[in-house]
């Protein structure tokens, strides 16, 4: 309508989430680029721990995901397993000395996030999760809530 056109300000298609295929796409790569350079950030700060059980296939088949999604990003794996057994690619494996206890990790394979500096300890995936999934949740475990740019 005129009054839209005299006045954008009013139209939430504008202001808001945008409505056409076109705006949505262009959207949606906004958030995606927004959510990868967050995730490069943290890598800096954070290193992962693997926890597995070799002999678990959903192990085996997550360390391949955990694997992709370390070397896109440059984010530091410390696999752990909890098993004795070591899954290829993750020499540098550590036997489980009851840091999974100590952090209350019962189901595996899980994938946690870890501040050398602050300690901080954020779970990012269990099971078997997609490089997809894990980039979804370290962004609900790490961007600010909408609440925060109000304060």
Known sequence: SELLLE????DPTVTGTPTSQYGLQLH????LEQRRSL?????????????????????????????QFSKRYGW????????????PGFESTREDNGTAD???????????????TTEQIVPIAFGLATVDQIEQNISLQFEPTPEAHNV
Do not use: C, T
Not at 28 to 31: F, N
Not at 47 to 65: D, N, P, T
Not at 104 to 110: K, L, R, S
């Open 28 to 31: 949606k790569k906004q958030l």
């Open 102 to 116: 100590k952090l209350g990790i019962d189901v595996f394979p899980a994938l946690i996030a870890v501040n050398p």
């Open 39 to 67: 995730i490069k950030e943290l890598a800096a700060d954070y290193g992962l721990f693997f926890f597995y059980e070799g002999q678990s296939l959903a192990s085996q088949a997550f360390a391949q995901v955990v694997e």
């Open 76 to 87: 530091a794996v410390l696999p752990v397993s909890m098993d004795g057994a070591i899954l």
């Open 7 to 10: 006045h954008p300000d009013l």
